[in-house]
Protein backbone atom coordinates (compact mmCIF):
# COMPACT_ATOMS: atom_id res chain seq x y z
CA UNK A 1 0.00 0.00 0.00
CA UNK A 2 3.02 2.20 0.60
CA UNK A 3 4.31 1.98 -2.91
CA UNK A 4 0.86 3.09 -4.07
CA UNK A 5 0.61 6.32 -1.55
CA UNK A 6 4.28 6.67 -2.81
CA UNK A 7 2.65 6.84 -6.89
CA UNK A 8 0.03 9.28 -5.49
CA UNK A 9 1.69 11.79 -4.42
CA UNK A 10 4.55 11.68 -7.58
CA UNK A 11 1.19 12.11 -9.31
CA UNK A 12 0.03 14.55 -8.39
CA UNK A 13 2.60 17.18 -9.62
CA UNK A 14 3.98 15.00 -13.19
CA UNK A 15 4.49 15.14 -16.47
CA UNK A 16 3.13 12.32 -18.76
CA UNK A 17 6.51 11.25 -19.51
CA UNK A 18 7.25 10.95 -14.92
CA UNK A 19 4.11 9.03 -14.82
CA UNK A 20 5.06 6.29 -17.25
CA UNK A 21 8.07 5.87 -15.40
CA UNK A 22 6.59 5.81 -12.14
CA UNK A 23 4.44 2.94 -13.45
CA UNK A 24 7.42 1.36 -14.78
CA UNK A 25 9.50 1.17 -11.20
CA UNK A 26 6.51 -0.24 -10.00
CA UNK A 27 6.47 -2.99 -12.82
CA UNK A 28 10.20 -3.28 -12.03
CA UNK A 29 9.90 -3.23 -8.67
CA UNK A 30 7.50 -6.08 -8.89
CA UNK A 31 9.84 -8.06 -11.55
CA UNK A 32 12.51 -7.60 -8.58
CA UNK A 33 10.26 -9.33 -5.86
CA UNK A 34 8.45 -11.95 -7.60
CA UNK A 35 11.69 -13.55 -8.28
CA UNK A 36 11.43 -13.20 -11.92
CA UNK A 37 15.11 -10.98 -11.99
CA UNK A 38 16.70 -13.74 -10.25
CA UNK A 39 15.20 -17.17 -12.09
CA UNK A 40 14.32 -16.16 -16.08
CA UNK A 41 18.28 -15.27 -16.32
CA UNK A 42 19.62 -17.88 -14.40
CA UNK A 43 17.29 -20.60 -16.71
CA UNK A 44 18.50 -19.11 -19.88
CA UNK A 45 22.05 -19.23 -18.86
CA UNK A 46 21.80 -22.93 -17.98
CA UNK A 47 19.57 -23.62 -21.15
CA UNK A 48 22.26 -22.07 -23.18
CA UNK A 49 25.24 -23.26 -21.49
CA UNK A 50 23.95 -26.93 -21.34
CA UNK A 51 23.16 -26.69 -25.35
CA UNK A 52 26.91 -26.85 -26.43
CA UNK A 53 27.96 -29.17 -23.27
CA UNK A 54 25.37 -31.77 -24.52
CA UNK A 55 26.46 -32.27 -28.02
CA UNK A 56 29.69 -31.90 -27.07
CA UNK A 57 29.69 -35.35 -25.34
CA UNK A 58 26.58 -36.68 -27.50
CA UNK A 59 28.99 -39.31 -28.78
CA UNK A 60 29.78 -40.18 -25.37
CA UNK A 61 26.31 -40.55 -24.42
CA UNK A 62 25.38 -42.48 -27.13
CA UNK A 63 28.49 -44.80 -27.05
CA UNK A 64 27.10 -45.36 -23.06
CA UNK A 65 24.31 -46.07 -24.24
CA UNK A 66 25.19 -49.77 -23.96
CA UNK A 67 22.00 -50.91 -26.01
CA UNK A 68 23.49 -50.82 -29.11
CA UNK A 69 24.45 -54.27 -31.04
CA UNK A 70 27.58 -55.09 -31.08
CA UNK A 71 29.92 -53.81 -33.83
CA UNK A 72 27.61 -50.43 -34.46
CA UNK A 73 29.78 -47.55 -35.21
CA UNK A 74 28.12 -43.81 -34.74
CA UNK A 75 29.68 -41.03 -36.50
CA UNK A 76 27.94 -37.72 -35.95
CA UNK A 77 29.51 -35.36 -37.39
CA UNK A 78 30.91 -32.74 -34.60
CA UNK A 79 28.86 -29.74 -35.14
CA UNK A 80 30.58 -26.34 -36.34
CA UNK A 81 30.70 -23.43 -33.68
CA UNK A 82 27.85 -21.74 -35.62
CA UNK A 83 25.79 -24.90 -35.37
CA UNK A 84 26.29 -25.28 -31.63
CA UNK A 85 25.17 -21.37 -31.15
CA UNK A 86 22.14 -22.40 -32.86
CA UNK A 87 21.31 -25.18 -31.19
CA UNK A 88 21.43 -22.95 -28.14
CA UNK A 89 18.84 -20.89 -29.93
CA UNK A 90 16.29 -23.26 -30.90
CA UNK A 91 16.59 -24.54 -27.05
CA UNK A 92 14.90 -20.46 -26.54
CA UNK A 93 12.80 -21.22 -28.55
CA UNK A 94 10.94 -24.10 -26.86
CA UNK A 95 11.74 -24.01 -23.41
CA UNK A 96 12.51 -20.70 -23.18
CA UNK A 97 9.47 -18.87 -24.98
CA UNK A 98 7.27 -21.03 -22.52
CA UNK A 99 9.47 -19.92 -19.39
CA UNK A 100 9.10 -15.99 -20.85
CA UNK A 101 5.20 -16.68 -21.40
CA UNK A 102 4.56 -17.78 -18.22
CA UNK A 103 6.38 -15.56 -16.30
CA UNK A 104 4.26 -12.74 -17.52
CA UNK A 105 1.24 -14.75 -18.07
CA UNK A 106 -0.80 -12.52 -14.87
CA UNK A 107 0.46 -9.07 -16.14
CA UNK A 108 -3.01 -7.55 -16.49
CA UNK A 109 -5.79 -10.41 -15.07
CA UNK A 110 -3.83 -10.77 -11.83
CA UNK A 111 -3.72 -7.82 -11.57
CA UNK A 112 -7.63 -7.43 -12.09
CA UNK A 113 -8.25 -10.04 -9.58
CA UNK A 114 -6.10 -8.87 -6.91
CA UNK A 115 -7.60 -5.20 -6.81
CA UNK A 116 -3.52 -2.94 -8.27
CA UNK A 117 -5.41 -2.42 -11.45
CA UNK A 118 -8.15 -0.35 -9.54
CA UNK A 119 -6.11 1.13 -7.58
CA UNK A 120 -3.64 2.39 -9.92
CA UNK A 121 -6.22 3.39 -13.13
CA UNK A 122 -8.28 5.53 -10.19
CA UNK A 123 -5.99 8.01 -10.76
CA UNK A 124 -4.78 9.98 -13.96
CA UNK A 125 -2.92 7.70 -15.55
CA UNK A 126 -3.71 6.88 -19.11
CA UNK A 127 -4.78 3.38 -20.28
CA UNK A 128 -1.85 3.21 -23.14
CA UNK A 129 1.09 4.38 -20.26
CA UNK A 130 -0.64 1.34 -17.65
CA UNK A 131 -0.05 -0.97 -20.73
CA UNK A 132 3.06 0.29 -22.17
CA UNK A 133 4.85 0.16 -18.95
CA UNK A 134 4.32 -3.39 -18.11
CA UNK A 135 5.36 -3.83 -21.68
CA UNK A 136 8.34 -2.23 -21.46
CA UNK A 137 9.07 -4.36 -18.01
CA UNK A 138 8.83 -7.28 -19.54
CA UNK A 139 10.66 -6.74 -22.83
CA UNK A 140 13.71 -5.72 -20.69
CA UNK A 141 13.10 -8.54 -18.51
CA UNK A 142 13.02 -10.93 -21.44
CA UNK A 143 16.38 -9.22 -23.17
CA UNK A 144 18.49 -9.36 -20.17
CA UNK A 145 17.54 -13.06 -20.24
CA UNK A 146 18.27 -13.56 -23.35
CA UNK A 147 21.57 -12.00 -23.21
CA UNK A 148 22.59 -13.71 -19.93
CA UNK A 149 21.32 -17.04 -21.85
CA UNK A 150 23.10 -16.17 -25.70
CA UNK A 151 26.22 -15.13 -23.35
CA UNK A 152 26.32 -18.45 -21.91
CA UNK A 153 26.17 -20.42 -24.78
CA UNK A 154 28.64 -17.87 -26.68
CA UNK A 155 31.12 -18.49 -24.27
CA UNK A 156 30.43 -22.49 -24.14
CA UNK A 157 30.37 -23.12 -27.89
CA UNK A 158 33.85 -20.99 -28.22
CA UNK A 159 35.52 -22.79 -25.50
CA UNK A 160 34.27 -26.29 -27.01
CA UNK A 161 34.10 -26.35 -30.47
CA UNK A 162 35.60 -22.98 -31.69
CA UNK A 163 34.82 -19.29 -32.35
CA UNK A 164 31.56 -17.75 -34.01
CA UNK A 165 31.94 -14.17 -35.65
CA UNK A 166 29.81 -11.68 -34.25
CA UNK A 167 28.84 -10.49 -37.48
CA UNK A 168 26.85 -14.01 -37.64
CA UNK A 169 25.85 -14.14 -33.50
CA UNK A 170 24.41 -10.48 -33.17
CA UNK A 171 22.20 -10.17 -36.00
CA UNK A 172 20.48 -13.60 -35.05
CA UNK A 173 20.04 -12.71 -31.48
CA UNK A 174 18.71 -9.27 -32.50
CA UNK A 175 16.18 -11.53 -34.45
CA UNK A 176 15.30 -13.79 -31.99
CA UNK A 177 15.09 -11.36 -29.44
CA UNK A 178 12.20 -9.63 -31.52
CA UNK A 179 10.63 -12.64 -32.10
CA UNK A 180 10.51 -13.13 -27.98
CA UNK A 181 9.55 -9.75 -27.61
CA UNK A 182 6.93 -10.56 -29.88
CA UNK A 183 5.54 -13.46 -27.99
CA UNK A 184 5.71 -11.65 -24.09
CA UNK A 185 3.40 -8.89 -26.47
CA UNK A 186 1.11 -11.77 -27.37
CA UNK A 187 1.02 -13.09 -23.64
CA UNK A 188 0.40 -9.44 -22.56
CA UNK A 189 -2.42 -9.25 -24.54
CA UNK A 190 -4.25 -12.40 -23.72
CA UNK A 191 -3.35 -11.46 -20.58
CA UNK A 192 -5.77 -8.11 -21.09
CA UNK A 193 -8.22 -10.24 -22.48
CA UNK A 194 -8.46 -12.99 -21.29
CA UNK A 195 -9.25 -14.11 -16.89
CA UNK A 196 -7.43 -16.89 -16.61
CA UNK A 197 -3.49 -16.34 -16.64
CA UNK A 198 -3.05 -19.79 -17.45
CA UNK A 199 -5.39 -19.26 -20.58
CA UNK A 200 -3.26 -16.15 -21.40
CA UNK A 201 -0.30 -17.87 -21.58
CA UNK A 202 -1.44 -21.10 -23.54
CA UNK A 203 -3.65 -19.22 -25.63
CA UNK A 204 0.47 -17.10 -26.61
CA UNK A 205 2.47 -19.99 -26.95
CA UNK A 206 -0.46 -21.51 -28.97
CA UNK A 207 -0.55 -18.47 -31.56
CA UNK A 208 3.16 -18.10 -31.59
CA UNK A 209 3.67 -21.96 -32.13
CA UNK A 210 0.73 -22.24 -35.46
CA UNK A 211 2.67 -18.58 -36.95
CA UNK A 212 6.46 -20.30 -36.35
CA UNK A 213 4.42 -23.64 -37.96
CA UNK A 214 2.52 -22.21 -40.61
CA UNK A 215 6.02 -20.44 -41.85
CA UNK A 216 7.80 -23.76 -41.64
CA UNK A 217 5.64 -26.06 -43.43
CA UNK A 218 3.22 -24.28 -45.78
CA UNK A 219 4.72 -24.05 -49.32
CA UNK A 220 4.11 -20.51 -50.21
CA UNK A 221 6.15 -17.08 -49.60
CA UNK A 222 4.92 -15.87 -46.09
CA UNK A 223 7.72 -12.84 -45.58
CA UNK A 224 5.06 -11.27 -44.01
CA UNK A 225 5.03 -14.45 -40.87
CA UNK A 226 6.70 -13.48 -37.46
CA UNK A 227 7.19 -17.14 -36.66
CA UNK A 228 9.57 -16.63 -39.71
CA UNK A 229 11.50 -14.96 -37.28
CA UNK A 230 13.02 -17.65 -35.08
CA UNK A 231 14.18 -19.37 -38.53
CA UNK A 232 15.79 -16.60 -39.64
CA UNK A 233 17.58 -16.14 -36.70
CA UNK A 234 18.95 -19.53 -36.94
CA UNK A 235 19.34 -18.91 -41.05
CA UNK A 236 21.90 -16.03 -39.74
CA UNK A 237 24.12 -18.35 -38.70
CA UNK A 238 23.98 -21.73 -40.36
CA UNK A 239 22.51 -21.25 -43.75
CA UNK A 240 21.04 -24.47 -44.41
CA UNK A 241 18.23 -23.98 -41.33
CA UNK A 242 16.97 -20.93 -43.19
CA UNK A 243 12.98 -21.34 -44.34
CA UNK A 244 12.57 -23.62 -47.43
CA UNK A 245 11.14 -20.82 -49.22
CA UNK A 246 14.81 -20.44 -50.29
CA UNK A 247 17.03 -17.35 -50.54
CA UNK A 248 16.59 -14.89 -48.24
CA UNK A 249 16.90 -11.07 -49.50
CA UNK A 250 18.15 -8.42 -46.67
CA UNK A 251 14.43 -6.88 -48.03
CA UNK A 252 12.22 -9.81 -47.35
CA UNK A 253 13.81 -9.98 -43.57
CA UNK A 254 13.50 -6.14 -42.96
CA UNK A 255 9.77 -6.94 -44.26
CA UNK A 256 9.36 -9.66 -41.58
CA UNK A 257 10.53 -7.45 -38.69
CA UNK A 258 8.57 -4.43 -40.03
CA UNK A 259 5.17 -6.72 -39.69
CA UNK A 260 6.28 -7.69 -36.66
CA UNK A 261 6.76 -4.20 -35.09
CA UNK A 262 3.13 -3.33 -36.78
CA UNK A 263 1.56 -6.12 -35.32
CA UNK A 264 2.96 -5.58 -31.58
CA UNK A 265 2.20 -2.00 -31.51
CA UNK A 266 -1.44 -3.46 -32.29
CA UNK A 267 -1.51 -5.84 -29.79
CA UNK A 268 -0.33 -3.09 -27.24
CA UNK A 269 -3.47 -0.75 -28.63
CA UNK A 270 -5.77 -3.54 -27.82
CA UNK A 271 -4.47 -4.50 -24.58
CA UNK A 272 -5.10 -0.78 -23.51
CA UNK A 273 -8.57 -0.78 -25.34
CA UNK A 274 -8.90 -4.15 -23.11
CA UNK A 275 -8.22 -2.69 -20.10
CA UNK A 276 -10.21 0.24 -20.50
CA UNK A 277 -13.45 -1.50 -21.62
CA UNK A 278 -12.57 -4.00 -18.30
CA UNK A 279 -10.67 -2.38 -15.53
CA UNK A 280 -11.13 -4.64 -12.89
CA UNK A 281 -12.54 -7.42 -11.98
CA UNK A 282 -15.89 -6.79 -9.72
CA UNK B 1 36.85 -35.70 -24.58
CA UNK B 2 39.96 -36.73 -24.49
CA UNK B 3 41.44 -33.49 -25.00
CA UNK B 4 40.24 -32.03 -21.72
CA UNK B 5 42.13 -32.15 -19.13
CA UNK B 6 40.24 -32.55 -15.43
CA UNK B 7 40.77 -29.13 -14.57
CA UNK B 8 39.42 -27.64 -17.85
CA UNK B 9 36.36 -30.34 -17.47
CA UNK B 10 36.01 -28.53 -13.90
CA UNK B 11 35.94 -25.12 -14.93
CA UNK B 12 32.97 -25.78 -17.15
CA UNK B 13 30.90 -27.37 -14.86
CA UNK B 14 31.11 -25.74 -12.38
CA UNK B 15 29.50 -22.21 -13.51
CA UNK B 16 26.57 -24.35 -14.01
CA UNK B 17 26.38 -25.69 -11.40
CA UNK B 18 26.93 -22.61 -9.29
CA UNK B 19 24.21 -20.80 -11.22
CA UNK B 20 21.66 -24.05 -10.33
CA UNK B 21 22.68 -23.88 -6.53
CA UNK B 22 22.39 -20.23 -6.26
CA UNK B 23 19.07 -20.36 -7.48
CA UNK B 24 17.88 -23.07 -5.23
CA UNK B 25 19.05 -22.32 -2.35
CA UNK B 26 16.94 -18.58 -2.81
CA UNK B 27 14.36 -20.85 -3.42
CA UNK B 28 14.63 -22.67 -0.23
CA UNK B 29 15.53 -19.44 1.73
CA UNK B 30 12.09 -18.03 0.35
CA UNK B 31 9.84 -21.37 1.08
CA UNK B 32 11.21 -21.44 4.41
CA UNK B 33 10.04 -17.54 5.09
CA UNK B 34 6.64 -17.74 3.32
CA UNK B 35 4.36 -17.21 5.60
CA UNK B 36 1.76 -19.08 3.54
CA UNK B 37 2.25 -21.18 0.03
CA UNK B 38 -0.22 -23.15 -2.34
CA UNK B 39 0.45 -26.58 -1.32
CA UNK B 40 2.21 -28.10 1.85
CA UNK B 41 6.37 -26.66 2.33
CA UNK B 42 7.44 -30.54 3.00
CA UNK B 43 6.45 -31.43 -0.85
CA UNK B 44 7.69 -27.68 -2.42
CA UNK B 45 10.86 -28.64 -0.67
CA UNK B 46 11.39 -32.12 -1.73
CA UNK B 47 10.30 -30.80 -5.53
CA UNK B 48 13.05 -27.71 -4.99
CA UNK B 49 15.96 -29.95 -4.22
CA UNK B 50 14.98 -33.17 -6.79
CA UNK B 51 13.91 -31.45 -9.52
CA UNK B 52 16.71 -29.70 -11.16
CA UNK B 53 16.62 -25.97 -12.81
CA UNK B 54 12.32 -26.20 -12.99
CA UNK B 55 11.69 -27.07 -9.67
CA UNK B 56 12.87 -23.90 -7.87
CA UNK B 57 11.44 -21.87 -10.95
CA UNK B 58 8.19 -24.04 -10.41
CA UNK B 59 7.73 -22.87 -6.98
CA UNK B 60 8.45 -19.13 -7.38
CA UNK B 61 5.63 -19.56 -10.55
CA UNK B 62 3.16 -21.42 -8.53
CA UNK B 63 4.42 -22.15 -5.24
CA UNK B 64 4.16 -18.60 -3.63
CA UNK B 65 0.69 -16.41 -2.51
CA UNK B 66 1.30 -12.62 -2.88
CA UNK B 67 0.41 -10.88 0.18
Known sequence: ????????????????????????????LEIVRSYRILWLPIAFAVLGASQPITSFFMPDILASAGNLPEGTVISIPAPTPPEALAGALSQFGAIGLLLVALSSMGAVSGERTSGTSAMILVKPVPFASFITAKWAALVLLASLSLAAGYGAAWYYTETLFGSVSWRDALPAVLLFALWMSFVGTLTLLFSALLRSAAAAAAAALATAAALSLSASSLPFEQSWNPGRLSALAAGRLVASAASPAGGQTAGDVWLTVAVTAIAMLAALFASARAVRRRPADA | ????????????????????????????????????TRGPKWLWAIIIVIVNLLGPIAFFLFGRRAD
Open chain 2, 1 to 36: MDNLTQSQWISLLVPLLVLQLALMITALVVLVKAER
Open chain 1, 1 to 28: MSLSLKMKMKMKMSTGMQKWLVLFRKEW
